[in-house]
């Protein structure tokens, strides 16, 4: 956890900076907010300034495509300490600030991340470093003399493998009036290696997002934003993120809405064998198993550079195969001050153990079309096969999922109807339909309207 009164679960009004800088920066910050009327910001056309605990941000101005607003971007802000010697695989601690103004004019770098030739967007990322603990904001420039625009903190990322918030500029999302928050974090072995234990704790990224969400808090204000109406949004492990934050303990009052996007905490591509297993895995294949104890491993594993860690990963990964990943982890082997997910996200969701905020919540048409590039042999094989697989695996597995147990005497009809429904009026031969209609059978519009006075 680092060094003493350094938890991340300490209070976060704590320090961050020398006696000598934080005085200077307290007088700073003072003679801002009477400039200012307490606004905390200096705004002008060329100079964009944002005067924070840490330090002071010089922002760049962008137009949307229509010009219809300009926004004022701050990119690359680092919100925690780099992540790298002692401090990898260690939960992120905050960042001590800077003593010159800091130009935020570019994304920071992707945290490392293995090859993605499915996800062009992603697998074009170039630039990664583990110091990579950067967030972004985009904020409407006439917001930032005021401090009453909505917030929407944005998570992305590819079932916690890959991903890089640069793929998303949100200067068209803050056009419509919005603060944006995009936050990189780690993810893979960087992220979610554990022992489940003390020293290797995992859910490291959920740790890095929950302290930018610290971050925003105590932050956003300056940029214009409304800390009593922040939004989580999130997109495939970003949204899984968003529901892991829902159900620890340890966010209340962080946000108050949540937008969920093509994925959940309980979507089946969050279902892994044994995440301490797949982390020995790792482990073993860099040599670092040969003492059964955590301190030892980390130590070896901490020797070893990015890339060796990285193709570690990409063996145990196997193209693809979920079920021998690193994931968040339900971590009741911390002592309870320390535990961020103490309970199952769907034991907790069924008890109602979770944060009582508006959700909203959806997928795209043809959701997981990506895994269809991975069952080309299987297509190869012809629609024969195809409608084999549909018939007798994906179907009986749907039903499962909503509850239609075997013995029910209403299955052989349920099971007929979703056949008709899918199967029988697909053209024989056409295994383009056949494709379409996989994807198309667990994502049929669902709408749940839940109204509370």
Request: a neutral charge; aromatic letters at 10%; proline letters at 6%.
């Amino acid at each position: 956890m680092g060094a003493a009164g350094n938890s991340l679960f300490s209070d976060w009004s704590t320090p961050i900076m020398s006696a000598r800088i934080r005085a200077v920066v307290f007088l700073l910050v003072r003679l801002v907010f009477v400039i200012n009327s307490v606004q905390g910001v200096v705004v002008n056309a060329q100079d964009p300034t944002v005067t924070l605990r840490q330090g002071t941000l010089k922002g760049i101005k962008l137009y949307t495509a229509d010009a219809r607003m300009s926004v004022i971007a701050y990119l690359g802000i680092p919100y925690a300490t780099p992540p790298t010697g002692t401090l990898r695989f260690a939960p992120p601690q905050r960042h001590a600030g800077w003593d010159r103004v800091f130009f935020a004019g570019s994304f920071g770098p992707a945290c490392p991340q293995p090859y993605e030739p499915l996800v062009p967007s992603v697998a074009s990322v170039s630039q990664q470093d583990e110091n990579c603990l950067f967030l972004n904001i985009w904020t409407p420039e006439i917001s930032l003399n005021y401090r009453n625009t909505p917030v929407v903190v944005f998570l992305e990322g590819e079932g916690f493998v890959s991903g890089t918030p640069s793929r998303f500029p949100a200067q068209d999302l803050a056009a419509e009036g919005l603060v944006v928050v995009s936050v990189n974090y780690r993810m893979n072995v960087f992220g979610f290696f554990s022992l489940e234990d003390s020293e290797a704790r995992g859910n490291l990224g959920l740790l890095d997002q929950y302290l930018a969400l610290l971050w925003v808090r105590e932050n956003i204000a300056y940029f214009g934003g409304d800390i009593k109406s922040i939004t989580l949004m999130g997109h495939s492990a970003g949204a899984a993120s968003a529901v892991y934050h829902m159900v620890s303990p340890k966010t209340a009052g962080l946000f108050h809405k949540v937008i969920i996007m093509s994925g959940s905490a309980i979507s089946p591509w969050m279902k892994t064998r044994s995440v301490s297993q797949a982390s020995r895995s790792i482990a073993r294949s860099l040599g670092c198993l040969s003492i059964n104890e955590t301190r030892p491993i980390l130590k070896c594993m901490r020797d070893k550079s990015t890339s060796e860690l990285m193709r570690a990963f990409e063996t145990q990964y196997r193209d693809g195969n979920w079920t021998d990943l690193v994931l968040p982890v339900v971590d009741t082997y911390l002592p309870d001050i320390e535990q961020y997910l103490p309970r199952d996200p769907i034991k907790a969701i069924e008890d109602g153990m979770y944060h009582r905020v508006p959700i909203l919540t959806g997928v795209t048409s043809h959701e997981g079309a990506i895994s269809i590039a991975r069952w080309s042999d299987l297509i190869a094989q012809g629609f024969t096969n195809l409608r084999h697989l549909f018939v007798n695996a994906i179907i009986p597995s749907v039903m499962h999922m909503y509850g239609f147990a075997s013995g029910m005497s209403s299955v052989p009809e349920i099971r007929t109807l979703l056949e008709w429904q899918y199967v029988d009026n697909i053209p024989s031969g056409d295994a383009h339909a056949l494709l379409s209609k996989i994807l198309d059978v667990c994502i049929l519009p669902t709408y749940i309207a839940l109204f509370t006075f």
